[in-house]
């Protein structure tokens, strides 16, 4: 009251003048030399006064939680099973939740059986339109898009540069995890696993297949056997030894077979029916 918090403001601006000057005089000229880092010390705790950011030679430091246009997860060229491969499986919850609708996404297809497969063909963002919600981030069942830290995005061409395709989307998992490794940990806590949900099956597919080969394998026969034994019943030996696999065949195979004779069975069971209906 009666000018008192005025007076205060004033106190501190002068106070933080004055910190500026002494604390330039304590760094000296390597406050500000470009050869060494010390623009984290200027943004630290300890530094006092106003602080001048020589934008673009120094930037700021984002948040971890810092979000910006969203890009697409894909694995690292190092991976030992999926090197490249797309954690997006184009289901389209992106695109739906996406309040401006900035998202498009076309699902590929086998070029040999023409069914769609869990990876997307082409995928679209108008970085103009999107607002950096997150929603796509947030809904995304396979943590496979993420939002960015690269906020500068400014150019003339708004045709070819502010419409990101896959390619320009697409980051490699280490990228999520350097620039966001609190969330990249707790995302992976939630999922149990460092991996893609589908590598994590695929690894677990694989050890459950190498086990169930060697249990098929036949027992070692023993090291001494007596040659009575063995020529008074050798029609019982040949009967209990085990069928040779065949050449070729892996533990799964059947499988496959049955659920490619059921599908065999389900199109013709519906190529009966609309037959009746025609």
């Given at each position: 009251?009666?000018?008192?918090?005025?007076?205060?403001?004033?106190?501190?601006?002068?106070?933080?003048f004055v910190e500026s000057y002494i604390d330039d005089l304590r760094y000296g000229f390597r406050k500000y030399h470009h050869s060494t880092d010390n623009f984290g010390i200027r943004q630290g705790t300890k530094?006092?006064?106003?602080?001048?950011?020589?934008?673009?030679?120094?930037?700021?430091?984002?948040?971890?939680?810092?979000?910006?246009?969203?890009?697409?997860?894909?694995?690292?060229?190092?991976?030992?099973?999926?090197?490249?491969?797309?954690?997006?499986?184009?289901?389209?919850?992106?695109?739906?939740?996406?309040?401006?609708?900035?998202?498009?996404?076309?699902?590929?297809?086998?070029?040999?059986?023409?069914?769609?497969?869990?990876?997307?063909?082409?995928?679209?963002?108008?970085?103009?339109?999107?607002?950096?919600?997150?929603?796509?981030?947030?809904?995304?069942?396979?943590?496979?898009?993420?939002?960015?830290?690269?906020?500068?995005?400014?150019?003339?061409?708004?045709?070819?540069?502010?419409?990101?395709?896959?390619?320009?989307?697409?980051?490699?998992?280490?990228?999520?995890?350097?620039?966001?490794?609190?969330?990249?940990?707790?995302?992976?806590?939630?999922?149990?696993?460092?991996?893609?949900?589908?590598?994590?099956?695929?690894?677990?597919?694989?050890?459950?297949?190498?086990?169930?080969?060697?249990?098929?394998?036949?027992?070692?026969?023993?090291?001494?056997?007596?040659?009575?034994?063995?020529?008074?019943?050798?029609?019982?030996?040949?009967?209990?030894?085990?069928?040779?696999?065949?050449?070729?065949?892996?533990?799964?195979?059947?499988?496959?077979?049955?659920?490619?004779?059921?599908?065999?069975?389900?199109?013709?069971?519906?190529?009966?029916?609309?037959?009746?209906?025609?």
């Amino acid at each position: 009251m009666y000018g008192t918090g005025l007076a205060k403001g004033l106190l501190l601006t002068l106070r933080h003048f004055v910190e500026s000057y002494i604390d330039d005089l304590r760094y000296g000229f390597r406050k500000y030399h470009h050869s060494t880092d010390n623009f984290g010390i200027r943004q630290g705790t300890k530094t006092k006064g106003v602080i001048t950011v020589q934008y673009p030679d120094e930037k700021v430091a984002v948040p971890e939680r810092f979000r910006f246009v969203p890009f697409l997860i894909v694995e690292d060229e190092d991976h030992p099973t999926r090197a490249g491969k797309d954690w997006c499986t184009s289901c389209g919850i992106c695109a739906k939740v996406c309040p401006p609708q900035c998202i498009w996404i076309v699902r590929g297809n086998d070029p040999v059986t023409g069914r769609p497969v869990p990876e997307p063909e082409a995928f679209f963002i108008d970085i103009d339109i999107c607002m950096n919600c997150g929603y796509c981030a947030e809904y995304c069942p396979f943590d496979a898009i993420k939002m960015d830290h690269d906020y500068e995005m400014a150019s003339y061409d708004r045709t070819s540069h502010h419409i990101h395709d896959k390619e320009r989307l697409s980051k490699p998992n280490s990228y999520w995890r350097g620039i966001a490794p609190t969330r990249a940990y707790e995302e992976m806590l939630v999922r149990g696993t460092w991996e893609h949900k589908d590598a994590a099956k695929e690894a677990r597919r694989g050890a459950a297949s190498s086990a169930r080969g060697r249990s098929s394998q036949p027992a070692a026969p023993a090291a001494t056997v007596t040659s009575s034994a063995a020529e008074a019943a050798p029609e019982a030996s040949a009967a209990a030894a085990p069928a040779p696999a065949a050449e070729g065949a892996t533990p799964w195979s059947e499988d496959d077979a049955k659920r490619e004779e059921r599908r065999r069975k389900a199109l013709e069971r519906k190529a009966r029916r609309a037959a009746k209906q025609g």
